[in-house]
């Protein structure tokens, strides 16, 4: 492990916005480490940081009113406090990504060919022709029906689903190291979720990425990713690898979010274990834990005290809960 | 269970958008019942025609042609304060809880507003059932009552439009994408609350989504649908367990399971639904089905029953393809 240096190494990040009310602290101190050819999911309600937590690691803030700390080293460049104009160095290059919405996330007054060849030729130096035939390539590569036809067409003219194959193949273009996918499939009916997701896994492996699942869904990184996050107002509450979050969770929020879905394979008219309350207001977080006023399991220290993250058995796996469950309890039946 | 007068009766209810030149046929021939104290799943993808369908027996959009038969009185030629009167006996949930009540107005005012309307109740009776209602969904009228709409979170406004639609009492409720705007925690909130009222005040319902599994956890009876017809329709608990329509067992594949050790169920289906300005002949969904034949292009595959209460539109339902292939 030592010798294959982290792809992203991220140390004790924060970012707060400055609001009308108050600091508001969207990521409250987030520490992970992403190596090379990994799958990366990060799950969470609304509102508990996983889109700011992504777009900071991207450098993707606003201007004003908001403070960045800690660190983020992308392949040792740090994109924390660097400018604009070295930012670019790496976006697109060794880091790109792909957003919710992929009717909004294209220029809708641009051709989609274009879209991609202008990537490579401002960022790679390519000439007209040699980027029309690699953006030609990239629409094959995302499975785009007849490419060289689609070359020309604009978004509008394409389904959400081929939308967001053309997002994937611009992001591609630049062959980055690392994929930053942010609620890739949401807006998306299952069967095109289906597509989508088996084509960045294919892509994933094709150009030898890491790629980062950043989503609300758990069936989603359920079978696509090969570690978990899960976030609870803006911080890490408890993170391992995929099959350990699901089948061995400590964490009694990991638990409840997992009751609270409903399944497929359950019978009809099963009964859901729903989380009472919800989530915090961040302007005004409890000084313990954050999941505490929910928590079935709280007790007082959880009230006056911020749990920290733990390590549990297995290598990887940590979790921040004074009151964690039995490993044999948290197993899944 | 055939015997029994349904409390909505819907025959060949088509809905087409557009002018005569470009048809969009969103709705093509739908027919179903629902009986009282029972709820029917509408699951389907976008632009399937799910919401149209629960639109058009509201009559908020008006049906093309077809029948709608509410406790026996023909819906689609009733006009005016006849078909005022005929709404209160059945009321709409919409999917965007903040958007569809005006941020301006109280809690307390919302939930009033139809028995205000209808002056069905008056004076302390009124204000007493007001209360009642916001107890029922959990939204403390002493604390709340006062507060706007738009001071609410989204799963709080969707308990206020549950309050509001049951004002009435209405005997169906029709409900679209109602929870599909709401976080995991909050939806497993909404949805108990709703199987808990729906108990309480034998409702039936009418509920439409996209998620296969929430539509699982509410529904006796599922039907599902695709470019504006129904494939299949049968109990909930056999449709999923034993689909015969191709697209439902593809539909059913592509969910994603909560589960590392999930089986990936079967092939992910290729291609995009057609467009509904022209959809295909014959069987709707054969452009995109493995099995189809030339008899699927030439012929549509009528909604027959295959088992006693489970009807499939296909000319090779998969149990019996299973069993020619034995």
Not at chain 1, 19 to 27: D, E, M, N, Q, Y
Not at chain 1, 46 to 62: A, E, F, H
Not at chain 2, 171 to 182: F, N
């Amino acid at each position: 492990m030592t010798d294959h240096p982290k792809l992203l190494v991220v140390k004790d990040l924060r970012t707060t916005f400055a609001t009308p009310s108050g600091p508001l602290p969207a990521v409250g101190g987030v520490s992970f480490e992403l190596g090379t050819n990994e799958t990366l999911g990060i799950v969470g309600e609304s509102g508990s940081g996983k889109t700011v937590l992504s777009r900071t690691i991207m450098g993707l803030q606003p201007r004003r009113n908001v403070e960045v700390t800690g660190s983020v080293l992308l392949k040792g460049f740090e994109v924390v406090g660097a400018s604009e104009k070295e930012k670019r160095s790496i976006w697109g290059l060794e880091v790109a990504m792909i957003f919710q919405d992929p009717m909004t996330s294209l220029n809708p007054v641009m051709r989609i060919g274009k879209q991609i060849d202008e990537i490579l030729r401002v960022r790679q130096g390519m000439d007209r022709r040699a980027a029309k035939a690699r953006a030609v390539e990239l629409l094959e590569l995302v499975g785009i029906p007849s490419p060289a036809e689609r070359y020309g067409v604009f978004p509008r003219e394409l389904s959400g689903g081929m939308r967001q194959r053309v997002v994937i193949a611009t992001a591609l273009a630049g062959s980055p190291q690392l994929l930053m996918a942010d609620e890739p499939t949401t807006g998306l009916d299952v069967t095109i979720q289906a597509q989508i997701l088996n084509l960045l896994d294919s892509v994933k492996e094709q150009m030898k990425m890491s790629v980062v699942l950043v989503t609300h869904d758990l069936g989603v990184v359920a079978t696509r990713t090969s570690r978990i996050i899960v976030m609870y107002a803006g911080r890490i509450v408890e993170i391992g690898s995929t099959r350990e979050v699901f089948r061995r969770h400590r964490m009694p929020y990991t638990r409840a979010l997992l009751d609270a879905i409903p399944k497929v394979s359950n019978p009809s008219h099963s009964r859901l274990v729903a989380i009472p309350g919800r989530p915090p207001n961040l302007l005004d977080l409890p000084t313990g834990c954050a999941f505490a006023p929910r928590c079935a399991y709280a007790t007082d220290i959880c009230r006056v005290q911020r749990p920290r993250l733990e390590p549990a058995e297995e290598s990887g796996h940590a979790f921040a809960c004074w009151n964690p469950l039995p490993v044999a309890e948290g197993a899944l039946t | 269970m055939s015997d029994r007068t349904p409390l909505l009766r819907v025959r060949n209810l088509t809905v087409n958008f557009g002018s005569h030149r470009k048809q969009l046929s969103a709705v093509a021939g739908v027919s179903f019942d629902i009986f009282e104290g029972e709820t029917l799943g509408l699951v389907g993808e976008s632009g399937c025609g799910k919401s149209t369908t629960g639109k058009a027996l509201m009559r908020i959009v008006e049906p093309t042609s077809g029948s709608i038969e509410l406790e026996g009185t023909e819906l689609t030629t009733t006009h005016g304060k006849a078909l005022r009167n005929l709404r209160t006996r059945m009321q709409m949930i919409f999917q965007d809880p903040i958007s569809s009540l005006n941020p301006r107005r109280r809690a307390r005012d919302l939930v009033a507003e139809p028995l205000d309307c209808w002056k069905s109740v008056r004076g302390a009776e009124r204000d007493a059932l007001v209360n009642d209602l916001l107890n029922k969904v959990g939204i403390d009228p002493e604390i709340y009552g006062d507060r706007y709409a738009r001071q609410f979170s989204g799963g709080q406004c969707q308990r206020i439009s549950i309050a509001r639609s049951l004002a009435m009492r209405p005997k169906l409720l029709i409900c679209d994408e109602m929870v599909s705007a709401l976080d995991v925690s909050v939806q497993a909130q909404i949805l108990n609350l709703l199987v808990d009222l729906k108990r309480e005040y034998g409702l039936a319902l009418l509920f439409i989504a996209h998620d296969l599994a929430v539509v699982k956890y509410v529904s006796d009876r599922v039907a599902v649908m695709y470019l504006g017809k129904i494939c299949e329709i049968g109990p909930a608990d056999t449709l999923y367990d034993f689909p015969e329509h191709p697209y439902t067992e593809f539909l059913l594949g592509a969910a994603l399971e909560a589960d590392p050790d999930a089986p990936l169920r079967g092939d992910v289906l290729a291609g995009e639904p057609p467009s509904p300005t022209s959809p295909p002949s014959g069987c709707r969904f054969r452009t995109r089905c493995p099995f189809a034949t030339d008899k699927c292009a030439t012929e549509e595959p009528p909604l027959e029953e295959i088992v006693p209460g489970h009807r499939v539109a296909c000319h090779y339902p998969l149990s019996l393809s299973a069993e020619a292939n034995a």
